[in-house]
């Protein structure tokens, strides 16, 4: 089964496993709008996948298509090898977790949690685990509607740990959370992924969270899939880039230029800004040295999430995205 996507239609690997969630050719539209355009989509068994866009870009969309919660025009979609009509019978082995958290607003926290555990076929933690593990047992017998947004998805989260899913989709998981309750739900997720091995597919704006958990990733942009892949994968694709402060900018174009794998991408009167291709920047240090120009300092930046997805979504038109065969 084809795993890795990228815009310019790189084949990646074939990946030969069983998948959580496999979407093929999804498309949706409304009236005459296209919301989705063959959108391919794949969570591997054990993997942190991490969904990212642009608002307007279909996320949510796409995770209602894939829960039933929203009818599309064509294309396949398998959760745990059932269609959207038939998730109900997967009976707790899917969890899904929406922006708005859906409690009761006069139930208790505690009330709540007993209720979801009636409808977990194989419970392994007792309510006020759950609350421990979330840090909410002193809001036990709050009603849901007295809750801070972040306590209620504290609370949301708390009832997918009642059972054993073996895959959760959690829109905007840290919304309304402050750094010591993001921190508790990153541990949270790696610890469900690392000792129970849960594939989770996470929806969400904050890049830098994701890309502290996330083993996979995908960028959607205009109703497609246009990157897909393992993260590592992707930031080694990505060209690093270097600043180089000296003495002289005009004459260390003149000289880097010539160096193969090497583009100016910038420069100004005392930096430089270099796109390195698997170039040392020792040795752009080196050549400018022997050419008796005076290197004030060299930074390189490190390809990040957030510089990867702003480089995908300012491309325009959108290309192709060509799942490889």
Do not use: W
């Not at 890795?4 to 074939?14: C, L, T």
């Not at 990946?15 to 949706?28: D, F, G, I, M, Q």
């Not at 002193?138 to 059972?163: C, D, E, K, P, T």
């Amino acid at each position: 089964m084809p795993q890795g996507v990228r815009a310019n239609g790189v084949k990646i690997r074939e990946v030969k496993v069983n998948a959580p969630l496999v979407v093929r050719e999804l498309n949706k539209t409304y009236g005459q709008f296209e919301v989705l355009r063959e959108l391919n989509l794949e969570v591997l068994a054990g993997a942190v996948h991490g969904l990212v866009g642009l608002n307007g870009s279909g996320k949510t969309t796409t995770l209602e298509c894939l829960l039933g919660m929203q009818s599309f025009n064509s294309g396949e979609v398998r959760v745990l090898g059932l269609s959207p009509a038939d998730l109900h019978q997967s009976r707790g082995r899917i969890v899904s977790i929406f922006d708005s958290p859906s409690l009761h607003p006069q139930l208790t926290v505690r009330q709540a949690l007993e209720h979801a555990s009636l409808l977990c076929e194989e419970r392994v933690r007792t309510p006020s685990q759950v609350e421990a593990l979330l840090g909410i047992s002193r809001y036990s017998n709050f009603r849901i509607r007295h809750l801070s947004l972040g306590n209620r998805r504290r609370a949301s989260i708390a009832q997918a740990l009642l059972g054993r899913p073996e895959f959760v989709i959690l829109d905007e998981p840290f919304n309304g959370l402050d750094a010591g309750g993001v921190e508790d739900v990153l541990a949270l997720i790696s610890q469900l992924n690392r000792e129970e091995g849960t594939a989770f597919l996470l929806s969400s704006h904050q890049l830098p969270y994701l890309e502290k958990i996330c083993t996979h990733l995908s960028i959607l942009h205009k109703g497609r899939i246009v990157v897909s892949d393992h993260v590592s994968n992707l930031f080694d694709a990505q060209h690093s880039r270097l600043l180089v402060s000296c003495d002289d900018v005009t004459r260390a174009c003149t000289i880097v230029q010539d160096i193969p794998g090497v583009t100016i991408e910038d420069n100004s009167a005392d930096l430089l800004t270099l796109q390195l291709d698997n170039v040392s920047p020792a040795l752009i240090n080196q050549k400018l040295v022997q050419n008796n120009i005076l290197v004030h300092e060299l930074v390189r930046e490190r390809a990040s999430l957030t510089s990867l997805f702003h480089d995908i979504t300012s491309r325009d038109p959108v290309q192709s995205a060509e799942v490889a065969a």
